[in-house]
């Protein structure tokens, strides 16, 4: 395969997850202003912090208001990780890689594509908002059914699902980070409805607030919640599970061509941390710490499989 | 502006008779037809629209910045050709594809027909499509246009004129195939009523057509791919679903670097070697250090790998000079020179702006003429004078005056038109072909081809680029 294609294919899928976890938080930050009755113009701050993307919202808007900060998170070009930027953007990707796609595979990102343009080509109504949410994680699921369903189990596969996870694992670091304060115990003012709310809106944000009694029970705690997204390996968007995607498919990867990179010990190593950590140990040692050295190690891996297998050079 | 006149009143109509009973190979087709709802149908048309936008079949018009991707209007009513008629055309494009090749050859080596007299030897060394550096080398297996796509008009029953021979780079062959495919999901019972021949092996026979002109330095199983500007080009579209379709890579020049005197692609286990390149690039862009430096989209070096025999590119550089509207007036000759015989294929009549009577008589007769520029396509930068304003022919006639070397002009033939559904019925539409045309030790022409159709009402300019449409086009087994 060409390098340009495992690039493409890459970048695809980072951004496809991109746009479904934008719609997530965006949704997670209304449920919040719906719930309090307070000014909520910090709950946006989170979310454009959680989006990594509050710093470039202060160069194209004086003042952060709700209906700002949504556009901006949904549809601002000026956003790169707008969800119509990364709809564009992945499916941008997609047509110079045409060739490693299924038909199904291609037309579900186009049909995306055309959908959420139409949708989103002017400032959305508030009323809308519930709609164009779900039309996105829809839109998103069909490309993913149409992968799964469609693709054959090779490299094509492999460097698709890397790009997948290694952009989750990104999203869900960051949210958890973003937050991480509240989940602190020494701080947190334990069972206070705030907290509560806060805490759930971290859970929604990676579509877990249902799946999160099942696992635990019906109190939120916050070593839990950690837990959840970060150890538990049965929860599709923990740490822990993003990195036995990558390790899995970088095996893959290591079998066909009979060749390993430096990606390849990185991300072993990473889930190795994951899984020999418990939570409490890790929330001894520093939460915030811990995150901040694994968003940078989960882009060092990014880099090191770009060199590996020559997406640029 | 092309404005709304009607069909000309004598154009040969390829579907009805002029009593309303259909020709004979619409007669099937012609009662399947009476049979359909025309309710129906149009849905059908919108269908079909889905079907291209959805799966991406779009193309890119110059100089439309917001609307960069469009699609070409498909129409469902088929354009049939007997297989009489079409034995004949493929008689005549098989000659004329020859005669291209032998031409070429000559032109790179001995110039026989120069020294004959029979073409003026500026008009070949003067051209910017003449490529000195291709003097003395010939291509793998001798062939230079392994792909040509030959634009046929047709005036009556039995006459049919050869409009261009496209033998750089034609495109559009993914229409013949996305239209066929649509047709036989949309209608299958036309294909079980009439016997069309099949149009689907192409990209087969592109690639074993490819694989055959291996360079000598080839040892093993040659590795074809197609290199492509990249995803703004117009025919993007087209260049990924032929890779796609012939499973082979599909790269871009920066995919591409020379290493050992090979030409290699970048893969995820390292570099490895191309043998053919089908090149969707233009000559200009092919190589910065032979052609144009500013080049982002070629490989510095691939001339030399080209001429030490270690890549096969096709078409091979320097074939523009076949194709060029200013030679085209001299195709009868160039057929006759090589083959030795009488053209069975017409050239439309066609004066050279160049030659002062010539000149003299298009200034006189500018409103019954077609001026093209001679490096112009597309339909880019030409008048048609019948439907023309008289103050674009005068500006036109200004444009002809300062560079009549630039200009060749024809007389407008009557195209022959095929229906197209519009919302209250059918009406006939003028129409035009391009069947594609294979070369390797052997000629291939794809029974069927391109129709492309003006979609506006008495409209001569069939181009997609002017607002045209295609249709699929059968051949029928008989």
Redesign the interface.
């Known amino acids: 395969m060409l390098g340009r294609t495992a690039n493409g294919l890459y970048w695809m899928f980072r951004y496809i997850e991109r746009a479904e976890n934008g719609a997530r938080l965006i949704d997670a930050g209304l449920r919040m202003s719906l719930t309090r009755s307070e000014a909520t113009e910090d709950d946006w701050d989170g979310v454009l912090q959680s989006a990594g993307v509050r710093e470039l919202y202060d160069e194209v808007h004086d003042t952060l208001t709700g209906s700002d900060a949504i556009d901006f998170l949904l549809r601002d070009r000026a956003n790169p990780s707008s969800v119509m930027s990364c709809i564009e953007a992945g499916r941008h990707n997609a047509r110079m890689v045409r060739t490693a796609l299924t038909r199904e595979t291609w037309e579900a990102t186009n049909e995306c594509w055309i959908e959420m343009k139409a949708m989103l080509a002017k400032k959305a109504r508030p009323a809308d908002l519930p709609e164009i949410i779900d039309t996105i994680k829809r839109r998103a699921g069909l490309i993913r059914g149409a992968f799964h369903g469609t693709m054959l189990r090779n490299e094509i596969f492999n460097f698709s699902r890397i790009g997948t996870f290694i952009e989750r694992a990104d999203n869900t670091a960051r949210i958890l980070d973003v937050k991480y304060y509240v989940l602190l115990p020494a701080v947190a003012a334990v069972g206070s409805s705030m907290d509560n709310v806060q805490w759930e809106s971290i859970l929604r944000s990676v579509s877990a607030h249902r799946a999160y009694g099942w696992v635990y029970d019906a109190e939120l705690r916050p070593a839990n919640i950690a837990d959840f997204l970060i150890s538990n390996g049965r929860m599709p968007r923990s740490l822990a599970y993003c990195y036995e995607k990558i390790v899995s498919n970088l095996g893959y990867l290591a079998r066909e061509y009979r060749a390993t990179h430096a990606a390849h010990g990185t991300a072993e190593q990473t889930l190795a941390a994951l899984r020999s950590r418990s939570i409490n140990d890790i929330m001894d040692q520093g939460l915030h710490e811990y995150l901040e050295e694994f968003i940078s190690d989960n882009n060092r891996l990014g880099q090191e499989i770009s060199d590996g297998y020559r997406f640029y050079h | 502006m092309v404005k709304n006149k009607g069909t000309t009143p004598l154009a040969f109509d390829e579907m009805m008779n002029a009593d309303s009973s259909p020709r004979q190979p619409y007669s099937t087709y012609n009662e399947w037809y009476a049979s359909q709802d025309r309710i129906r149908l149009i849905a059908k048309s919108k269908e079909a629209e889905n079907i291209f936008?959805?799966?991406?079949i779009t193309f890119a018009v110059y100089g439309h910045a917001d609307s960069s991707e469009k699609l070409i209007p498909f129409d469902l009513i088929p354009r049939i050709i007997s297989g009489r008629e079409w034995r004949k055309l493929a008689q005549g494009i098989e000659q004329r594809v020859i005669a291209l090749n032998a031409f070429l050859d000559d032109i790179y080596h001995k110039q026989e027909i120069v020294r004959a007299g029979r073409i003026p030897r500026e008009l070949i060394e003067k051209n910017d499509a003449f490529l000195p550096q291709m003097i003395g080398f010939r291509p793998p297996g001798g062939v230079y246009t392994h792909i040509v796509g030959t634009d046929i008009v047709r005036t009556g029953e039995d006459q049919f004129y050869v409009l261009e021979d496209n033998a750089r780079t034609p495109s559009g062959v993914s229409y013949m195939l996305e239209n066929r495919e649509t047709m036989m999901q949309m209608f299958p019972e036309l294909f079980h009523q009439n016997r069309v021949r099949p149009v689907e092996n192409y990209p087969y026979l592109l690639r074993q057509s490819l694989a055959s002109l291996a360079p000598p330095g080839c040892s093993g199983k040659p590795r074809v791919a197609v290199l492509t500007p990249g995803?703004y080009n117009s025919a993007?579209y087209e260049h990924?679903?032929l890779?796609?379709m012939m499973g082979v890579?599909?790269?871009?020049g920066?995919?591409l670097r020379v290493i050992d005197g090979k030409v290699k692609?970048?893969?995820?286990?390292?570099y490895e070697a191309i043998d053919v390149l089908y090149r969707r690039v233009d000559d200009d862009f092919l190589d910065p250090l032979t052609f144009r430096p500013d080049s982002a989209l070629g490989i510095p070096g691939i001339m030399d790998v080209y001429r030490a025999g270690n890549i096969t590119i096709a078409n091979a550089p320097g074939t523009g000079i076949s194709d060029d509207k200013a030679i085209y007036s001299y195709m009868p000759e160039i057929v006759e020179f090589y083959t030795g015989r009488k053209p069975l294929l017409e050239n439309v009549p066609t004066w050279r702006c160049s030659e002062p009577q010539s000149l003299k008589y298009v200034l006189e007769h500018i409103e019954e003429l077609v001026i093209k520029e001679v490096h112009g396509s597309g339909g880019y930068g030409m008048l048609v004078g019948p439907t023309a304003t008289r103050k674009e022919r005068a500006i036109f006639a200004e444009k002809l005056k300062a560079r009549p070397g630039n200009y060749i002009a024809q007389p407008t033939l009557s195209l022959s038109t095929v229906p197209i559904l519009v919302n209250k019925g059918i009406a006939p539409r003028h129409v035009d072909l391009r069947p594609y045309v294979l070369v390797s030790d052997k000629v291939q022409i794809i029974p069927g081809g391109l129709t492309r159709v003006a979609l506006k009402a008495g409209s001569l300019v069939v181009n997609s680029s002017q607002g045209g449409g295609t249709k699929d086009t059968w051949v029928l087994e008989d």
Request: hydrophobic letters at 35%.
């Open positions: 936008r959805k799966t991406g995803i993007f990924a679903f890779a796609d890579e599909l790269v871009e920066s995919d692609m970048r893969t995820t286990r390292g």
